[in-house]
Structures are given as structure tokens and as C-alpha cells.
């Protein structure tokens, strides 16, 4: 049995703080092995105007390749949508609330912003939602890890700020987030909440100590959710959602592509048996397409 496991993660906060929970539950699992996190910059951390999949992924996965590392912990929604076919997903841990979260400057109402609000977000799907049901909002775009975005609301410079609650979570700070966002209207990209940890394919030794911290539910909606945005050439730099949940051995998905302003809305809902949950992203990826998405997407390239 490998006796010591070097898991790659990003130099951040969150990273770590993400990192240190996969190793927790490593170590209870009772494999015997012992773990060591090996902090890695990727050109995302390097470079804040970039910030998309493989950004935040592309040096950690050269390192796992190389065989500096063993494994490698991400957030899910931060993998490419396809994997290099040198890797393979080990393991999803339980997944964290895959909501978002909306932090408020101090004496506004977090269900009342005023018209010309101030609002930071990081994605375009967040930017397209908000003004899909708040068009007279101000939406600024924002970078940096969550203590900086935060600060951006507590010191004026923005009224409210859009966050993941896995983020907020993971961080002890879920207390920062006024309001939850209902997913139903505020789909969350696709995996988010969820972690990945990769290894590279074909390792047995190494898939038989990560598989023991695999959620199969978790890993089947992530499966589904990575599917739907593939189908569609998606990644986190376009204006689309999916969320994916399990229930008696079914998977039910929901999926929302929005064109940039927030204007126009698609939306697709399906289920399907959890031990396929390829096939259900890919079939409402291609439902999606034939209902006009490509045309949304394509506008956000423009």
C-alpha cells in the first residue's frame, strides 16, 4: 500500500480549505495511507483577468502528470469539460450547497436592492441572471478570492456580490451571505458545490484508496451536469446553469442557457436512471441545441 500521497491544490483560501476536506475524509476512511498537500499556482491565480476552466486546473494536472503529485483536488465546476484521457475523475465527495449567495453592504435589503445597484459578479451566467430579473441593476464584473470580494461590499466600493454558499461554507463565513438565491430561477453552473479529486488513469492502487471517499449520488449529478454543458461547448465563461439532483436511483436535471443581458432565457428539465447519467446531460444538451442555444451562445462571443 502507498504509505505517503501527495495531493495538489491551489495556493487560495478556499483551495485549501477545500483541499483539507477531501484529506479528512481520506484519513478516516481507514486506507493507512498518509497525505502531504503540495501548493500549486496555475496561470488563473497568476493572471485574475483569465479566471475559466482550464485556468484554475492546467499546472496541478501537468504536476499529476509529471508524477510530482498523486492526486489532484479541484472544485468540479473548475474542470475542463473534457478530461485529458491521461486522467480520470477518482472521486466527488459529498457535495456542499450548490446555491448562490448574495453578500449586501450594511443597510440595504438583501430582497430589495435599490434600482442602480452596485452588484459584483464573477461569471456571465450570474451577470445574465441578475439582470434577467433585475435589469435596472449595475452589474460589475470582479475578481479576486472570496475575502477580497467581500471586502469590495463591507467597504462601499459594491452594494451586494453574488457568491457561491459551498465557497461561503467551506470558509466559516456562510454567516456573509443575506439571502440565498432560489436555483430555480438562479441555476447554478454546472458542479458547482461539488469537488473533483483526479488521479491518472489506470492507477488501481491509487483508485482503491480515493474510490472510499466517492458519493455516488454526488458523482452521478456532476457526471449529468459536466454532460449537459460538454453538449453544449460550454464552460464557465458562457451564460449557462445546470443542476442535477438523485432520488430513487433517478436523476432529475434541469438546464438554463441565457443569452448576456439576460433577455432571453432557455430552459430544459428531464430525468433519468442514475446509472446513466451521461446519457441525460447529452440528450437535454441536444434538446437544448435544438431549441435555439447555440444562437444564445454564439451571441456571447461577440
Not at 493572471?47 to 496541478?60: H, K, L, N, V, W
Not at 430589495?112 to 449595475?138: K, T
Request: aromatic share 2%.
Amino acid at each position: 500500500m502507498t504509505d505517503r500521497l501527495r495531493i495538489g491544490t491551489r495556493r487560495s483560501p478556499l483551495a485549501r480549505a477545500q483541499t483539507g476536506e477531501v484529506v479528512r475524509r481520506l484519513a478516516r476512511s481507514g486506507s493507512g495511507a498518509r497525505f502531504e498537500t503540495v501548493p500549486i499556482e496555475t496561470s488563473g491565480d497568476r493572471d485574475r483577468s483569465t479566471g475559466g476552466s482550464p485556468d484554475f486546473t492546467d499546472a496541478i494536472d501537468r504536476a499529476l502528470l509529471r508524477g510530482e503529485i498523486d492526486l489532484a483536488v479541484h472544485s468540479a465546476k473548475d474542470l475542463p469539460v473534457t478530461l485529458n484521457p491521461r486522467l480520470e475523475l477518482g472521486a466527488c465527495p459529498r457535495r456542499a450547497d450548490p446555491r448562490d449567495g448574495l453578500v449586501v453592504a450594511a443597510g440595504l435589503a438583501a430582497n430589495a436592492l435599490p434600482s442602480g445597484a452596485r452588484v459584483g459578479s464573477s461569471s456571465l451566467r450570474r451577470r445574465a441572471q441578475l439582470l434577467r430579473h433585475r435589469p435596472d441593476l449595475a452589474v460589475v464584473e470582479i475578481r479576486g478570492n472570496v475575502d477580497t470580494r467581500i471586502a469590495l461590499v463591507r467597504s462601499g466600493a459594491l452594494d451586494a456580490a453574488v457568491l457561491a454558499l459551498a465557497g461561503l461554507e467551506r470558509l466559516g463565513r456562510r454567516h456573509e451571505a443575506a439571502r440565498t438565491l432560489p436555483a430555480t430561477e438562479f441555476v447554478p453552473a454546472p458542479a458547482q458545490g461539488a469537488l473533483a479529486v483526479v488521479q491518472r488513469a489506470g492507477d488501481r492502487k491509487i483508485r482503491s484508496i480515493v474510490r472510499r471517499v466517492d458519493h455516488r449520488d454526488t458523482r452521478s449529478c456532476v457526471l449529468a451536469e459536466r454532460a449537459f454543458a460538454a453538449a453544449l461547448g460550454g464552460d464557465c465563461r458562457m451564460p449557462l446553469g445546470a443542476l442535477a439532483t438523485a432520488r430513487d436511483r433517478s436523476i432529475t436535471l434541469a438546464g438554463q442557457v441565457l443569452s448576456p443581458d439576460g433577455r432571453r432565457s432557455l430552459r430544459v428539465r428531464g430525468s433519468g436512471p442514475a446509472t446513466r447519467p451521461i446519457a441525460l446531460g447529452e440528450r437535454l444538451g441536444r434538446e437544448m441545441i435544438a431549441r435555439g442555444a447555440e444562437e444564445l451562445l454564439r451571441s456571447t462571443s461577440r
